[in-house]
Nanobody, 117 residues
Framework: QVQLVEAGGGLVQPGGSPRLSCAAS????????IGWHRQAPGKQRELVAAITRGGNPNYVDSVEGRFTIPMDNTNNTVYLQMNSLKPEDSAVYYCHVVRPIPATTFWGRGTQVTVSS
């Protein structure tokens, strides 16, 4: 099993650069996909960024060039560095881990990010 705990959300001004963290307990193998989704009120949950150990990150077009997803393999922690935040980035951000075999997705409880002046 994998347990995920997010931190770092809150109220941020437009243009701000907060960093979310996701600490994972349990074994995270190199084949696992780790990343972040977000869900805004009235909208579907969408994938924001994802990465595998040693792999290249992938980003949704709306955050490309503004967000990065660094990993600390020693501490099993993945981050979401968000820059140049916009009001439309406001959402609950969820960390997730996808285990391919057996196919399972583990989710954190989410952390709210609100972009407002």
């Amino acid at each position: 099993q994998v347990q995920l705990v997010e931190a770092g959300g809150g109220l941020v001004q437009p243009g701000g650069s907060p960093r979310l963290s996701c600490a994972a307990s349990g074994t995270i193998f190199s084949t696992y996909v780790i990343g972040w989704h977000r869900q805004a009120p009235g909208k579907q949950r969408e994938l924001v960024a994802a990465i595998t150990r040693g792999g290249n990150p992938n980003y949704v077009d709306s955050v490309e060039g503004r967000f990065t997803i660094p990993m600390d393999n020693t501490n099993n922690t993945v981050y979401l560095q968000m820059n140049s935040l916009k009001p439309e980035d406001s959402a609950v951000y969820y960390c997730h881990v996808v285990r391919p075999i057996p196919a399972t997705t583990f989710w954190g409880r989410g952390t709210q990010v609100t972009v407002s002046s």
